[in-house]
């Protein structure tokens, strides 16, 4: 692995139900990011953690939850999708949280809602 | 509120000059950011800026005034590759990325 995966690539989801959308980084990278990207909208900031073990609330945090077990893994869950939640999804990280460090991006995860 | 402003969408020729402008409005300022984002890609990072002027980094440069919430990213030698979104990103006070809705660039022969 180099860089950040993110799975699935793409998937179609009934809403109601429950989905992970995984991330994984090999950087070492103590803080990560995840940012949802809609058509005509900026990239809107989800959760984020600054560093294993923590986590805090984004711009549009509403019917997402995220975790950080460890220092490589931050998989975000939507508990009951809607339609709303249709979007490309974006995991990111950075070397230290709230610096001016550069934040790297996953390929990303389209997901259909319906 | 915060507010990134940035044109949605720009045409060039190939081998042309072009200039994307980026306006903001932001609570505090750690920096401005450069991404370029292929279609169904990634963005990934072109440039940082802190203080104000002109950096260069090989056909690409970037631009800033932080006096008249301003930056530009000059892209020089257009090449078809070029042709993708570019988007630019302010690091508010608590170090959060406010992100402008990006600029296609579509580069024409």
């Known amino acids: ?114 | 509120g915060q507010n990134i402003d940035q044109p949605t969408e720009m045409t060039a020729t190939e081998g042309a000059i072009v200039q994307i402008n980026c306006t903001y409005q932001t609570s505090g300022f750690n920096g401005l950011f450069w991404y370029q984002q292929h279609a169904g890609e990634a963005p990934t990072f072109l440039s940082y800026n802190v203080l104000d002027g002109l950096e260069e980094k090989g056909r690409f440069s970037s631009f800033l005034s932080r006096s008249k919430g301003y930056s530009y990213l000059l892209l020089k030698e257009l090449q078809m590759k070029d042709s993708a979104s570019y988007l630019c990103a302010v690091l508010d006070s608590n170090y959060q990325l406010i992100w402008g809705a990006g600029t296609k660039l579509i580069i024409k022969p």
């Open chain 1, 1 to 114: 692995i180099a860089g950040i995966t993110q799975a699935p690539t793409s998937q179609i989801l009934a809403a109601g139900r429950r989905m992970t959308l995984r991330c994984t980084q090999d950087m070492r990278h103590n803080a990560m990011y995840w940012y949802r990207q809609d058509l005509g909208l900026g990239l809107r900031l989800i959760h984020y953690s600054n560093t294993a073990g923590t986590t805090g609330k984004g711009e549009v945090p509403d019917g997402y939850s995220v975790s950080r077990a460890n220092t490589d893994d931050f998989p975000l869950t939507l508990a009951s999708a809607v339609p709303s939640q249709t979007s490309v999804y974006f995991c990111a990280s950075s070397e230290l949280a709230d610096s001016t460090d550069t934040q790297y991006f996953g390929p990303g995860t389209r997901l259909t809602v319906l």
